[in-house]
């Protein structure tokens, strides 16, 4: 399969805990996307990068929040001291520097106790 | 504020009759435009966008949209439903105003087409 894979597909954490989601781009896309979403609502943007370089951070991405794209191929989403608040799907999407259209990953649910 | 409206949270269309999901965007300039459907437990599929050209874009599994520029509306279409459509539908813009390639989302539509 050749598409974007996210890892793990389920977190289950306490509260003040930190994770780590790992997303796997499709191999040839340069860009690369963060969303947060929430159950009734659309996604929200976190962060983009193109690359290896963060062009782009929401002002929804606190401090807790921490996103790394080292070689340009894989990104890791880091979630520092969570709260019940964090609760959602992680999505992860790609895109080519041609193509305008983002494909998306399984996603990551995100569950805090 | 840029936007995008999906007015109805649900639609409920007859399998075989003509469907209709509604998006509206509230953005600067001339942005681009795309249909999402989203199964249970499924990632985001990409439907069709619309970038330049012709009103009338055609997608994956018979859909249709049409933007609409003075009306600032690009819905979703199908002239015969199946069951199987039924699905969560996001409608989603990139201002190109912007650099960064975010996209902006609705809600999201829940279509359900009943036999």
């Known amino acids: 399969d050749t598409g974007v894979s996210q890892n793990p597909r389920h977190k289950i954490t306490k509260r003040g805990q930190n994770v780590t989601f790992r997303c796997d781009p499709i191999?040839?896309?340069?860009?690369l996307y963060w969303y947060r979403q929430t159950l009734g609502q659309g996604p929200e943007f976190l962060t983009y990068?193109?690359?290896?370089?963060?062009?782009?951070k929401s002002r929804l991405l606190s401090d807790r929040f921490s996103a790394e794209r080292p070689k340009g191929s894989f990104s890791t989403l880091e979630i520092q001291r969570t709260e019940q608040g964090d609760s959602a799907m992680y999505l992860c999407?790609?895109?080519?520097?041609?193509?305008?259209?983002?494909?998306f990953g399984p996603g990551t649910r995100l569950t805090v106790l | 504020a840029q936007s995008v409206a999906q007015p109805e949270d649900q639609v409920n269309v007859a399998e075989g009759n003509p469907l209709t999901v509604k998006c509206t965007y509230s953005?600067?300039?001339?942005?681009?435009l795309f249909w999402y459907v989203q199964y249970p437990n499924r990632g985001l599929q990409f439907l069709l966008k619309y970038i330049t050209g012709d009103n009338l874009v055609k997608g994956s599994y018979g859909f249709e949209a049409e933007f609409n520029k003075s009306q600032t509306s690009f819905h979703l279409k199908k002239p015969s439903a199946l069951v199987s459509d039924s699905a969560l539908y996001f409608c989603?813009?990139?201002?190109?105003?912007?650099?960064?390639?975010?996209?902006?989302w609705g809600a999201g539509t829940k279509l359900i087409i009943k036999p």
């Open positions: 990068f193109q690359n290896e370089a963060q062009l782009e």
């Open positions: 191999s040839e896309h340069n860009r």
């Open positions: 999407a790609s895109s080519s520097l041609r193509d305008n259209e983002q494909f």
């Open positions: 953005v600067s300039g001339n942005p681009y």
């Open positions: 989603a813009v990139r201002p190109l105003i912007t650099r960064n390639y975010q996209l902006i």
